[in-house]
């Protein structure tokens, strides 16, 4: 159920599903131009970086069900934050090493970064939400329509 106050929630995890979706398919069908586009060594796996296209697009599919309701989906949110979260810090820690360049890092503002925000702000209302009515916060699952 999308209330007045979910609109900019649900609004969020659309875009955040199509994004992720769109981004993750960018990578199964062009593995090697993103590291052609930075000047980078292309891996000599690309199919490992088609299966990191796969997962992304994955959590595109998340959150697009998590936009139908998101203060009872929080954690497709959360796992989806906390994916947003620890892929920077690997990346700063192997940046920071030497182990990769800091040009690796573009696309770390439009995955991750742009995300923390709004991602925060919707576990923030679930919360809430879970405070103001806790027998609702762990709600049985719908059921499935016949």
Same mark, same amino acid.
């Given at each position: ?7 900019? &929630? ?10 992720? %979706? ?12 993103? $590291? ?17 296209? &796969? ?22 949110? %959360?796992? /989806?934050?906390? /994916?947003?979260? *620890?892929?920077?810090?690997? *990346? %700063? $820690?192997? #940046?920071?090493?030497?182990? %990769? ?17 709004? $991602? /925060? ?14 027998? #609702?916060? $762990?709600?049985?699952? &719908?059921? &499935?329509?016949?």
């Amino acid at each position: 159920m999308i209330t007045t106050t979910h609109t900019w &929630m649900h609004a969020t995890l659309i875009f955040a599903a199509i994004y992720n %979706l769109a981004w993750g398919s960018f990578v199964i069908v062009f593995p090697l131009l993103p $590291f052609q586009l930075a000047g980078l060594a292309e891996p000599n796996y690309p199919q490992i970086w088609q299966c990191f296209g &796969m997962i992304v697009g994955v959590y595109g599919i998340g959150y697009a069900i998590a936009a139908a309701n998101p203060l009872r989906h929080w954690p497709i949110v %959360l796992v /989806g934050l906390l /994916g947003k979260l *620890f892929g920077p810090l690997g *990346f %700063l $820690f192997y #940046a920071i090493r030497g182990e %990769l360049p800091w040009i690796a890092g573009w696309t770390i503002v439009t995955n991750d970064l742009a995300w923390w925000i709004p $991602f /925060g702000l919707i576990l923030h209302a679930a919360y809430r939400a879970a405070i103001a009515n806790p027998a #609702a916060a $762990f709600a049985p699952p &719908m059921p &499935m329509p016949r």
